[in-house]
């Protein structure tokens, strides 16, 4: 089902523009594994009806602490990450675990663009137009265990080419983690580029996952490692703020942050009068995704 919420910046790449491109593109954009993307990419049925932020500010305002605490730091130091070749181990409650090299799994899978929202637990947010697939793809292809409920990642540990491991900010190298329904719903993506573009280093080339209801943070970058487990998993920032930073983490704007509201957030690229705006519950994906948590008391499981 397609949303149609609509927003408006005075800094974005007219969509007619960028619709040209598309076509002029086609599908042979490759990516920075020196891989293809694959045939034309079209809009999926999962993509909102929105008018995406400029890639100039989607590949410059970013959090990545691997390469620094500031919000330009990943845009200037992320050149050094080497990508190319990009592996991920599939292990755990899998029947075949193993190594799975980037350009087999692209092979195996349909990757298309989805224009998501995207909300920070900062209160900023923009609208990108990834490129990428299915999570359950890649979960079906390593064969997912009966008993498997929760489904755990982590980000590449190189400190020698991401600086920012050198510090104690964050206990490294960075985890994220989802229950299984989640992973497997059709709107968590694995994203491999943004506006046809191979994925910017800065933003979490070459595979970063995508949750759009949940906070970003969520949506864990530089992917190597994928885990099913029947436990829930650590994650980072839950590990150093569980009372802030929540498991779930899910985009709702009546749980406050201890030291800040989530009722509202401003969209990156309107510049210094750009107004803020009303946060959406899930992020505006409550038809598709709230039935994942009936039941549950969303404040206590934030």
Same mark, same amino acid.
């Given at each position: 089902?397609?949303?149609?919420?609509?927003?408006?910046?005075?800094d974005?790449?007219?969509?007619?523009?960028?619709?040209?491109?598309?076509?002029?593109? @086609?599908?042979?954009?490759?990516?920075?594994?020196?891989?293809?993307?694959?045939?034309?990419?079209?809009?999926?049925?999962?993509? %909102?009806?929105?008018?995406?932020?400029?890639?100039?500010?989607?590949?410059?305002?970013? +959090?990545?602490?691997?390469?620094?605490? @500031?919000?330009?730091?990943p845009?200037?130091? %992320?050149?050094?990450?080497?990508?190319?070749?990009?592996?991920?181990?599939?292990?755990?409650?899998?029947?075949?675990?193993?190594?799975y090299?980037?350009?087999?799994?692209l092979?195996?899978?349909?990757?298309?663009?989805?224009?998501?929202?995207?909300?920070c637990?900062?209160?900023?947010?923009?609208?990108?137009?990834?490129?990428?697939?299915?999570?359950?793809?890649?979960? +079906?292809?390593?064969?997912v265990?009966?008993?498997?409920?929760?489904?755990?990642?982590?980000?590449?540990?190189?400190?020698?080419? $991401?600086?920012?491991q050198?510090?104690?900010?964050?206990?490294?190298?960075?985890?994220?983690?989802?229950?299984?329904?989640?992973?497997?719903?059709?709107?968590?993506? $694995?994203?491999?580029?943004?506006?046809?573009?191979?994925?910017p280093?800065? +933003?979490?080339?070459?595979?970063?996952?995508?949750v759009?209801w949940?906070?970003?943070?969520?949506?864990?970058?530089?992917?190597?490692?994928?885990?099913?487990?029947?436990?829930?998993?650590?994650?980072?920032?839950?590990?150093?703020q569980?009372?802030?930073?929540?498991?779930?983490?899910?985009?709702?704007?009546?749980?406050?942050?201890?030291?800040?509201?989530? %009722?509202?957030?401003?969209?990156?690229?309107? @510049?210094?009068? %750009?107004?803020?705006?009303?946060?959406?519950?899930?992020?505006?994906?409550?038809?598709?995704?709230?039935s994942?948590?009936?039941? $549950?008391?969303?404040?206590?499981?934030?």
């Amino acid at each position: 089902m397609a949303y149609t919420i609509k927003l408006k910046y005075s800094d974005v790449t007219p969509r007619a523009d960028y619709m040209n491109r598309r076509q002029l593109m @086609g599908g042979a954009v490759g990516l920075a594994t020196g891989l293809a993307l694959g045939p034309a990419l079209g809009a999926s049925k999962y993509s %909102a009806d929105l008018d995406p932020t400029a890639l100039e500010d989607i590949s410059s305002y970013n +959090n990545f602490y691997e390469f620094g605490t @500031g919000k330009g730091d990943p845009a200037s130091h %992320a050149h050094k990450l080497t990508v190319d070749p990009w592996s991920v181990e599939i292990d755990g409650m899998v029947e075949r675990p193993g190594s799975y090299g980037l350009e087999d799994i692209l092979k195996k899978v349909t990757q298309e663009e989805r224009i998501y929202r995207f909300r920070c637990v900062e209160t900023w947010s923009m609208v990108v137009p990834w490129v990428g697939f299915e999570l359950n793809q890649l979960l +079906n292809m390593a064969g997912v265990q009966g008993g498997a409920k929760y489904v755990a990642f982590q980000t590449l540990f190189r400190p020698e080419e $991401m600086p920012g491991q050198k510090t104690v900010n964050l206990e490294w190298p960075y985890r994220e983690g989802l229950r299984l329904d989640e992973a497997m719903h059709p709107l968590t993506i $694995m994203a491999t580029g943004i506006y046809d573009e191979p994925m910017p280093k800065q +933003n979490g080339a070459p595979l970063r996952l995508v949750v759009p209801w949940k906070y970003g943070y969520k949506s864990i970058k530089s992917i190597v490692r994928v885990t099913l487990t029947d436990k829930e998993p650590q994650t980072t920032w839950n590990m150093l703020q569980p009372n802030e930073y929540g498991f779930y983490s899910n985009v709702n704007p009546e749980v406050s942050h201890p030291r800040w509201s989530q %009722a509202y957030e401003k969209p990156i690229g309107g @510049g210094l009068f %750009a107004k803020r705006q009303e946060t959406l519950k899930f992020n505006g994906y409550e038809e598709e995704v709230a039935s994942l948590y009936d039941g $549950m008391d969303l404040v206590v499981n934030h």
